[in-house]
Protein backbone atom coordinates (compact mmCIF):
# COMPACT_ATOMS: atom_id res chain seq x y z
CA UNK A 1 0.00 0.00 0.00
CA UNK A 2 2.91 2.46 -0.80
CA UNK A 3 0.38 4.85 -2.42
CA UNK A 4 -0.46 6.05 1.10
CA UNK A 5 2.83 7.61 1.17
CA UNK A 6 3.67 10.48 -0.86
CA UNK A 7 6.78 9.95 -2.99
CA UNK A 8 10.16 10.63 -1.41
CA UNK A 9 12.13 11.07 -5.01
CA UNK A 10 11.14 13.06 -7.96
CA UNK A 11 12.26 12.62 -11.22
CA UNK A 12 12.87 15.60 -13.10
CA UNK A 13 13.28 15.64 -17.37
CA UNK A 14 15.70 19.14 -17.05
CA UNK A 15 16.51 18.52 -20.99
CA UNK A 16 15.31 16.49 -23.78
CA UNK A 17 19.02 16.23 -25.84
CA UNK A 18 21.28 13.28 -26.31
CA UNK A 19 24.69 12.80 -27.54
CA UNK A 20 23.85 9.38 -28.44
CA UNK A 21 21.59 7.03 -31.01
CA UNK A 22 21.66 3.75 -29.61
CA UNK A 23 19.72 1.75 -32.21
CA UNK A 24 17.13 0.28 -29.62
CA UNK A 25 16.16 3.82 -28.70
CA UNK A 26 12.35 4.89 -28.99
CA UNK A 27 13.10 8.61 -27.43
CA UNK A 28 14.79 10.17 -30.14
CA UNK A 29 11.30 9.52 -32.54
CA UNK A 30 9.18 11.49 -29.61
CA UNK A 31 11.58 14.46 -29.29
CA UNK A 32 11.19 16.20 -31.96
CA UNK A 33 12.76 19.11 -31.16
CA UNK A 34 15.56 18.46 -27.91
CA UNK A 35 16.17 21.21 -25.71
CA UNK A 36 17.30 22.26 -22.28
CA UNK A 37 14.74 23.60 -19.80
CA UNK A 38 16.32 27.60 -19.36
CA UNK A 39 17.68 27.53 -15.92
CA UNK A 40 15.56 30.79 -15.15
CA UNK A 41 12.54 28.11 -15.65
CA UNK A 42 13.97 25.91 -13.42
CA UNK A 43 14.66 28.69 -10.45
CA UNK A 44 10.94 29.71 -11.01
CA UNK A 45 9.77 26.37 -10.09
CA UNK A 46 12.59 24.78 -7.82
CA UNK A 47 10.43 25.92 -4.53
CA UNK A 48 8.15 23.38 -5.34
CA UNK A 49 9.87 20.71 -4.30
CA UNK A 50 10.26 20.86 -1.28
CA UNK A 51 7.62 17.80 -0.81
CA UNK A 52 10.71 16.22 -2.09
CA UNK A 53 13.96 14.28 -0.07
CA UNK A 54 15.27 12.99 -3.65
CA UNK A 55 15.90 14.45 -6.86
CA UNK A 56 16.69 12.03 -9.86
CA UNK A 57 17.86 13.84 -12.79
CA UNK A 58 16.75 11.73 -15.52
CA UNK A 59 14.63 11.66 -18.86
CA UNK A 60 14.60 11.31 -22.48
CA UNK A 61 17.83 13.25 -22.96
CA UNK A 62 21.07 13.23 -21.28
CA UNK A 63 20.84 15.85 -18.21
CA UNK A 64 24.40 16.20 -18.29
CA UNK A 65 24.36 17.67 -21.81
CA UNK A 66 22.05 20.99 -20.08
CA UNK A 67 24.20 24.15 -20.46
CA UNK A 68 23.84 25.05 -16.96
CA UNK A 69 24.20 21.67 -15.53
CA UNK A 70 26.24 22.28 -12.23
CA UNK A 71 24.41 25.49 -12.03
CA UNK A 72 20.91 23.11 -11.37
CA UNK A 73 22.76 20.93 -9.07
CA UNK A 74 23.13 24.22 -6.82
CA UNK A 75 19.16 24.94 -7.07
CA UNK A 76 18.66 21.71 -5.58
CA UNK A 77 21.67 22.61 -2.10
CA UNK A 78 18.76 21.41 0.24
CA UNK A 79 18.27 18.00 -1.50
CA UNK A 80 19.90 14.57 -2.55
CA UNK A 81 20.65 14.43 -5.98
CA UNK A 82 20.75 11.01 -7.89
CA UNK A 83 22.15 11.09 -11.54
CA UNK A 84 21.14 8.72 -14.28
CA UNK A 85 23.26 9.07 -16.94
CA UNK A 86 24.91 6.91 -20.37
CA UNK A 87 28.22 7.46 -18.94
CA UNK A 88 29.93 8.60 -22.23
CA UNK A 89 29.85 12.45 -21.06
CA UNK A 90 32.88 13.82 -19.18
CA UNK A 91 31.55 14.52 -15.77
CA UNK A 92 33.58 17.35 -13.36
CA UNK A 93 33.64 15.71 -10.20
CA UNK A 94 35.18 18.87 -8.58
CA UNK A 95 31.88 20.69 -9.25
CA UNK A 96 30.27 17.80 -7.80
CA UNK A 97 31.78 18.14 -4.85
CA UNK A 98 31.04 21.53 -4.77
CA UNK A 99 27.51 21.38 -5.00
CA UNK A 100 27.73 18.66 -2.04
CA UNK A 101 24.28 17.12 -3.06
CA UNK A 102 25.20 14.19 -4.93
CA UNK A 103 23.77 10.45 -3.57
CA UNK A 104 24.47 8.78 -6.15
CA UNK A 105 25.18 8.34 -9.38
CA UNK A 106 23.66 5.83 -12.08
CA UNK A 107 25.23 4.96 -15.19
CA UNK A 108 23.32 2.94 -18.23
CA UNK A 109 25.81 -0.06 -19.64
CA UNK A 110 24.66 -2.36 -21.96
CA UNK A 111 28.08 -3.62 -22.85
CA UNK A 112 31.10 -4.74 -21.03
CA UNK A 113 33.73 -3.59 -23.96
CA UNK A 114 34.28 -0.06 -26.09
CA UNK A 115 33.20 -2.67 -29.61
CA UNK A 116 29.85 -3.76 -27.57
CA UNK A 117 29.01 -0.56 -26.68
CA UNK A 118 30.15 1.33 -30.11
CA UNK A 119 27.46 -1.64 -31.67
CA UNK A 120 24.65 -0.07 -29.75
CA UNK A 121 25.75 3.49 -30.27
CA UNK A 122 28.55 4.25 -32.96
CA UNK A 123 29.53 7.39 -31.39
CA UNK A 124 29.72 6.10 -27.57
CA UNK A 125 33.13 6.92 -26.15
CA UNK A 126 33.99 3.71 -23.39
CA UNK A 127 36.96 5.44 -22.42
CA UNK A 128 34.74 8.28 -20.92
CA UNK A 129 32.73 6.03 -19.06
CA UNK A 130 35.82 4.16 -17.37
CA UNK A 131 37.15 7.22 -16.35
CA UNK A 132 33.48 8.42 -14.62
CA UNK A 133 33.53 5.20 -13.25
CA UNK A 134 37.20 5.26 -12.16
CA UNK A 135 37.21 9.59 -10.76
CA UNK A 136 34.16 8.62 -8.97
CA UNK A 137 34.99 5.99 -6.74
CA UNK A 138 37.91 8.33 -5.59
CA UNK A 139 35.57 11.04 -4.84
CA UNK A 140 33.77 8.11 -3.10
CA UNK A 141 30.35 8.80 -4.80
CA UNK A 142 28.01 6.15 -4.77
CA UNK A 143 27.48 4.60 -8.32
CA UNK A 144 25.34 1.83 -10.07
CA UNK A 145 25.00 0.37 -13.34
CA UNK A 146 21.93 -0.76 -14.97
CA UNK A 147 22.05 -3.00 -17.40
CA UNK A 148 19.10 -4.29 -19.72
CA UNK A 149 19.80 -7.46 -20.93
CA UNK A 150 18.68 -9.05 -24.53
CA UNK A 151 19.51 -11.86 -26.72
CA UNK A 152 22.57 -9.87 -28.06
CA UNK A 153 24.16 -8.75 -24.87
CA UNK A 154 23.54 -12.07 -22.44
CA UNK A 155 26.86 -12.86 -22.45
CA UNK A 156 28.52 -9.66 -21.75
CA UNK A 157 27.27 -9.11 -18.87
CA UNK A 158 29.83 -10.62 -17.03
CA UNK A 159 32.23 -8.26 -18.68
CA UNK A 160 29.86 -5.61 -17.21
CA UNK A 161 29.42 -7.31 -13.87
CA UNK A 162 33.41 -7.07 -14.02
CA UNK A 163 33.44 -3.36 -14.62
CA UNK A 164 31.21 -2.95 -11.65
CA UNK A 165 33.97 -5.02 -9.63
CA UNK A 166 37.14 -3.00 -10.40
CA UNK A 167 35.19 0.74 -9.74
CA UNK A 168 33.76 -0.58 -6.62
CA UNK A 169 29.80 0.34 -7.81
CA UNK A 170 27.15 0.37 -5.09
CA UNK A 171 24.53 -1.77 -6.74
CA UNK A 172 24.41 -3.45 -10.13
CA UNK A 173 20.66 -3.33 -11.64
CA UNK A 174 19.14 -5.80 -14.71
CA UNK A 175 15.95 -5.43 -16.27
CA UNK A 176 14.87 -6.56 -19.40
CA UNK A 177 12.60 -4.48 -22.25
CA UNK A 178 9.34 -4.35 -22.96
CA UNK A 179 8.13 -6.96 -25.21
CA UNK A 180 11.18 -9.63 -24.69
CA UNK A 181 8.68 -12.19 -22.77
CA UNK A 182 8.87 -14.93 -25.57
CA UNK A 183 12.89 -14.44 -25.93
CA UNK A 184 12.99 -14.90 -21.66
CA UNK A 185 10.47 -17.65 -22.41
CA UNK A 186 12.58 -19.53 -24.15
CA UNK A 187 15.86 -19.02 -23.08
CA UNK A 188 14.45 -19.14 -19.14
CA UNK A 189 17.09 -21.63 -17.83
CA UNK A 190 19.89 -20.23 -19.66
CA UNK A 191 19.17 -16.69 -18.35
CA UNK A 192 18.51 -18.06 -14.82
CA UNK A 193 21.71 -19.17 -14.67
CA UNK A 194 23.78 -16.39 -16.05
CA UNK A 195 21.96 -14.02 -13.56
CA UNK A 196 22.97 -16.62 -11.11
CA UNK A 197 26.65 -16.49 -11.26
CA UNK A 198 26.82 -12.35 -11.61
CA UNK A 199 24.54 -11.91 -8.09
CA UNK A 200 26.90 -14.65 -6.66
CA UNK A 201 30.01 -12.80 -8.17
CA UNK A 202 28.44 -9.78 -6.93
CA UNK A 203 28.05 -10.62 -3.40
CA UNK A 204 31.37 -11.74 -2.78
CA UNK A 205 32.69 -8.27 -3.68
CA UNK A 206 29.67 -6.43 -1.73
CA UNK A 207 27.81 -5.26 -4.32
CA UNK A 208 23.83 -5.48 -4.37
CA UNK A 209 22.25 -7.18 -6.65
CA UNK A 210 18.75 -5.81 -8.37
CA UNK A 211 16.84 -8.37 -10.44
CA UNK A 212 14.82 -8.02 -13.26
CA UNK A 213 11.53 -8.80 -10.94
CA UNK A 214 12.70 -5.53 -8.52
CA UNK A 215 10.16 -2.83 -8.84
CA UNK A 216 11.76 -0.23 -11.05
CA UNK A 217 8.39 2.66 -9.59
CA UNK A 218 8.96 3.06 -6.44
CA UNK A 219 11.11 4.44 -3.79
CA UNK A 220 11.26 3.93 -0.11
CA UNK A 221 7.67 2.39 0.45
CA UNK A 222 6.41 4.96 -2.30
CA UNK A 223 5.70 6.14 -6.06
CA UNK A 224 8.58 8.09 -8.06
CA UNK A 225 6.71 11.04 -9.06
CA UNK A 226 7.73 12.20 -12.68
CA UNK A 227 8.38 16.38 -13.90
CA UNK A 228 8.86 16.51 -17.55
CA UNK A 229 10.72 19.76 -19.23
CA UNK A 230 7.09 21.44 -19.57
CA UNK A 231 6.62 21.20 -16.02
CA UNK A 232 4.31 18.66 -15.91
CA UNK A 233 3.40 16.26 -13.18
CA UNK A 234 2.78 12.25 -13.40
CA UNK A 235 2.40 10.25 -10.30
CA UNK A 236 4.79 7.43 -11.82
CA UNK A 237 7.43 6.90 -14.72
CA UNK A 238 5.05 5.13 -16.44
CA UNK A 239 4.07 8.58 -18.02
CA UNK A 240 3.51 7.77 -21.80
CA UNK A 241 0.94 5.18 -21.06
CA UNK A 242 -2.60 5.93 -19.21
CA UNK A 243 -1.43 7.53 -16.84
CA UNK A 244 -3.17 10.64 -15.21
CA UNK A 245 -1.37 13.71 -15.70
CA UNK A 246 -1.95 15.59 -11.88
CA UNK A 247 -0.81 19.26 -12.64
CA UNK A 248 2.32 21.53 -13.99
CA UNK A 249 4.59 22.76 -11.35
CA UNK A 250 4.60 26.13 -12.94
CA UNK A 251 1.26 26.57 -11.29
CA UNK A 252 0.59 25.16 -8.38
CA UNK A 253 2.30 23.06 -5.54
CA UNK A 254 2.56 18.88 -5.60
CA UNK A 255 1.09 19.12 -2.02
CA UNK A 256 -2.30 20.37 -3.72
CA UNK A 257 -1.89 17.99 -6.07
CA UNK A 258 -1.25 14.76 -3.95
CA UNK A 259 -4.81 15.84 -2.67
CA UNK A 260 -6.38 16.28 -6.29
CA UNK A 261 -9.05 13.58 -7.19
CA UNK A 262 -6.44 12.97 -10.47
CA UNK A 263 -3.55 11.80 -8.13
CA UNK A 264 -6.16 9.66 -5.31
CA UNK A 265 -7.40 7.90 -8.52
CA UNK A 266 -3.78 6.86 -9.12
CA UNK A 267 -3.65 5.80 -5.84
CA UNK A 268 -6.49 3.77 -5.74
CA UNK A 269 -3.96 0.61 -7.73
CA UNK A 270 -5.96 0.96 -10.68
CA UNK A 271 -3.50 1.46 -12.87
CA UNK A 272 -1.11 -1.12 -11.37
CA UNK A 273 -3.18 -3.39 -11.71
CA UNK A 274 -2.71 -3.56 -15.80
CA UNK A 275 0.97 -2.08 -15.20
CA UNK A 276 3.75 -4.08 -17.71
CA UNK A 277 6.29 -1.89 -15.65
CA UNK A 278 4.60 -2.36 -12.25
CA UNK A 279 4.86 -5.95 -12.66
CA UNK A 280 7.93 -6.09 -14.92
CA UNK A 281 6.14 -8.66 -17.29
CA UNK A 282 4.08 -11.35 -15.64
CA UNK A 283 6.27 -13.94 -17.31
CA UNK A 284 9.38 -12.64 -16.01
CA UNK A 285 8.07 -12.62 -12.35
CA UNK A 286 6.79 -16.22 -12.89
CA UNK A 287 9.66 -17.30 -13.88
CA UNK A 288 12.29 -15.36 -11.54
CA UNK A 289 10.52 -15.08 -8.56
CA UNK A 290 11.97 -18.27 -6.98
CA UNK A 291 15.32 -17.95 -8.07
CA UNK A 292 16.73 -14.67 -8.57
Same mark, same amino acid.
Given at each position: ????????????????????????? %???? #???????????? !????????? /? $????? #??????????????????????????????????????? !?? +??? @?? /? %??????? %??????????????????? #? &? @?????????????????????????? /? %?????? !??????????? $?????????? +? &??????????????????????? +???????????????????? @?? @???????? $?????????? &???? $????? +????????????????????? &?????? /? #??????
Amino acid at each position: MYYENPPKMLMFEITTKCNLHCVYC %AARK #LVKKPEDIPISK !ISEIVSKFD /D $FEYVC #LCGLGESLLHADFYEVLKLFKNKKVVLVTNGSIPIDFEK !IA +EAD @NM /D %AISFSVD %AGTEEGMKRISDNYRFDVL #L &N @NLKTAAEYKIHTAINCTLVKDNIYSI /D %AIKELA !IKYGVSRFKVG $FPFGSGKWIK +E &NSKEIKDVLKKVKEALKKNNIEF +EGPTAIKCAFEGSPIAVVSK @NG @NVYPCCDY $FCQRPLVGNL &NHIS $FGTMW +EKSSYEKFRTGIYCKTCVQYH &NNKEIM /D #LYKETI
